[in-house]
């Protein structure tokens, strides 16, 4: 046998045609469970109720290790058939949705349609639906699963619920697969250093009156950005700066008082991560100076670049799955889940599950017909690590 | 339930009424059939009972499973006939169910318990015939006292009716939702309005036969659905006032009732406690000005003679 050849995972992946169609007779099940749990709302800090949902899919599915901890992450264990390992599937419970939005799916042949149902109501409905095709293909892992709906996660959260559990949980992680909704083909193994931030611009509710029609928080935010433009990046370690969003003012025609923007820093570099945000904290001190305004940067979430390489087994194994369903794996950086599992030294991938449009937006929306091979490929690499061809 | 109903050798059809509902009728069959059939066997079928739409709402039913059914297609020597009451009655006949859910096909917020919250009532208790649907969900949970009630026809048109005609009906929180869960042996024994009576007619026709004991109500917590337009409800209550007088006729109550009731009958709930308020009413006359003494004096209207 070449070191090229593994007949556990040639077994696996012969059994991959079968699985889609089995995921075909389960569509009506897993619909289902995304429609009440991405109809259920979930901002970021606010998701005890999409956890206790999730946490009664858990028991009527007879799970009796199901729990939620002190950090609201909703956990459950499919127990293993005596296996010393457990291996980790995680995926985010929040969403970037406020709450006040209409949080109504429709259901067509083709689609769903739905806020949030990309990101990530779908990776926690799988998370749902998870134990129940495992029944029903009779696979009792050799490990035990942990299934773990994280909160806390985007924006402001950085990562706190899992954090919190793999700093706390009496139950060791080998490894872990972190479900995204989309898109089918990621296999994300290492995360990009990152840090973010938000810079707000204020100036006095009465403001020079002489200088009409020129002062604002927003040109003064607009000064900043202009500094943050000219901040040359090097072409290696690669890095960037995302402008993510800008918010300011309140009507037409009076002088916008408050401005902000949120921004991204990310680098393959710590280093570098560093110095950018140490000449942006300096833009902002600089452009304070001026007559009246208040400029204050405030950076609330940060990762450290790191992951698993390319040659990983998990990653190796991975990729020959994605592979062999017709899809071309998409290896992008990440600045999700993983940072966590770097942090705890836990090797971890990330996984898409289908395809989708209009992501961040009201009519998010997710294509049903992919979905089938999106959890063939991760009943596989769940497979794959639990026959111990991953490590 | 599912134990008590496979015990009372029950069958339980679930019936959605449908015209262009393409928009909603996909989640609900895939809710419907996954917790209630594949999950939790209650309902032995579901079908789509429409009255010819234009879009893709039968295409999509069928898609995820539902049983599809154009009305017109059932009952085909029968002059046809077009409305949702005709879906309703036509389903009688097609369905299989010792008991039929309805569900309306336009909830955006569908639930399983939109079907299982009508069907217990039916299954535990033996007496009960009829179930209704009411919805209410208290925008706060302190005990601060809320209105509680139906939509704008209700409050305007059939509550009133009924609490001049038929006090004991006022109880019923919610009588023109179209959820609700019937025995077949009494849905075979009442007529059918094919439009939009068919909601009132049911109640006075199970109230004539059976009494209020037949009558369950469930609290199905909220529906979330579009608004009508005001002619669209005008529309809606011109058909219920006529089958109202219709059935009135029918049952002498219109030839016996010299005099009216007084009390007018609304709901108000304190959490979870759903309170009568009773308003009496009298819409007292006074007779014309002229026939006071008082003014025929002030106003001289004798000195004149």
């Keep these: 046998m070449t070191p090229y050849e593994n007949p556990e995972l040639d077994l696996i992946l012969s059994e991959l045609p079968a699985l889609i169609e089995k995921n075909k007779s389960l569509r009506d099940i897993l619909l289902a469970n995304l429609a009440i749990i991405g109809e259920t709302p979930s901002p970021t800090f606010k998701e005890e109720n999409r956890i206790r949902l999730l946490l009664d899919r858990f028991t009527e599915l007879g799970l009796s290790k199901t729990s939620i901890d002190e950090m609201g992450n909703g956990v459950a264990v499919i127990d293993g058939q005596g296996g010393d390992n457990n291996l980790m599937i995680v995926a985010h419970a929040d969403t970037i949705v406020s709450e006040k939005i209409n949080h109504n799916y429709t259901i067509t042949p083709d689609e769903v349609i739905g806020p949030g149902v990309a990101d990530n109501s779908l990776g926690v409905a799988v998370l749902a639906t998870l134990p129940y095709i495992l029944q029903q293909i009779d696979y009792v892992p050799q490990n035990n699963i942990i299934l773990v709906a ?68 927003i040109l003064t935010l607009n000064e900043v950005i202009n500094k943050i433009n000219d901040i040359r990046l090097p072409k290696r370690p690669k890095s960037s700066i995302v402008m993510g969003t800008i918010s300011g003012g309140n009507s037409f025609n009076s002088i916008a008082t408050t401005a902000s923007l949120r921004f991204e820093i990310r680098s393959e570099s710590v280093q570098l991560t560093r110095e ?28 450290e670049p790191g992951g698993i390489p390319f040659s990983h087994p998990l990653v190796r194994s991975t990729r020959k799955i994605i592979q062999e369903l017709g899809v071309e794996p998409r290896l992008a950086p990440s ?6 599992f770097i942090d705890y030294n836990v090797p971890a991938i990330t996984l898409g599950i289908t395809e989708g449009e209009h992501l961040g937006d009201d009519n998010e929306s997710i294509r049903i017909e992919p979905i089938y091979k999106g959890l063939a490929q991760l009943i596989a690499v769940i497979k794959a690590i639990d026959g111990g061809i991953c490590e | 339930m599912v134990e008590e109903k496979e015990r009372q050798n029950l069958k339980i059809s679930l019936c959605l009424p449908t015209l262009n509902e393409e928009s909603t009728i996909g989640k609900e069959v895939v809710l419907f059939r996954s917790e209630l059939m594949s999950r939790y066997p209650l309902l032995d079928e579901i079908a789509v009972i429409d009255s010819g739409s234009t879009d893709k709402t039968l295409e999509i039913a069928s898609n995820f499973g539902a049983d599809t059914y154009l009305a017109s297609d059932i009952l085909p020597d029968l002059e046809p006939k077009k409305g949702k009451g005709e879906n309703l009655w036509k389903s009688i006949y097609q369905l299989k169910g010792d008991i039929i859910v309805f569900v309306d096909a336009d909830i955006k917020n569908i639930h399983p318990r939109f079907a299982y919250g009508l069907i217990g009532p039916l299954i535990y208790r033996p007496e009960v015939q009829y179930v209704k649907g009411f919805y209410d969900r208290p925008l706060t949970l302190s005990n601060v006292t809320r209105p509680s009630g139906g939509g704008r026809v209700t409050e305007i048109l059939t509550r009133p009716l009924f609490s001049l005609f038929f006090p004991e009906l006022t109880a019923i929180i919610q009588p023109l939702s179209g959820e609700y869960a019937v025995r077949r042996n009494v849905l075979e024994e009442i007529s059918f309005p094919i439009g939009y009576g068919v909601e009132t007619s ?6 004539g036969k059976y009494g209020m004991q037949a009558f369950a109500q469930s609290d199905l917590d909220q529906r979330i659905h579009d608004n009508k337009s005001t002619r669209d409800l005008g529309k809606m209550s ?22 009216y009731e007084t009390v007018f009958r609304q709901f108000q709930a304190v959490s979870s406690d759903y309170q009568v308020v009773e308003h009496h009413i009298i819409e007292d006359e006074r007779p014309p000005m002229n026939t006071i003494a008082e003014y025929r004096e002030k106003f001289g209207l004798d000195k004149s003679k």
């Design chain 1, 276 to 303: 950018i945000a140490e000449r942006i904290d300096e833009i902002t001190a600089e452009v304070t100076s001026g007559a009246g305004e208040t400029v204050r940067l405030d950076t609330f979430a940060s990762r």
């Design chain 1, 150 to 217: 994280a909160t806390r996660s985007l924006g402001r959260g950085n990562l706190e619920g899992l954090r919190f559990f793999l700093a706390n949980s009496k139950l060791p992680v080998k490894q872990a697969i972190s479900v995204e909704g989309v898109r089918l083909g990621r296999l994300s193994h290492k995360s990009i250093g990152m840090l973010r931030g938000e810079i707000t611009c204020k100036i006095p509710e009465q403001y020079d009156w002489s200088r009409f029609g020129s002062s604002s928080a």
């Design chain 2, 202 to 207: 049911h109640l006075l026709d199970v109230y």
């Design chain 1, 335 to 340: 600045t999700s889940e993983l940072a966590a």
């Design chain 2, 238 to 259: 011109f058909g219920i006032l006529q089958t109202f007088l219709t059935r009135c006729k029918e049952m002498g109550v219109l030839d016996t009732h010299k005099d």
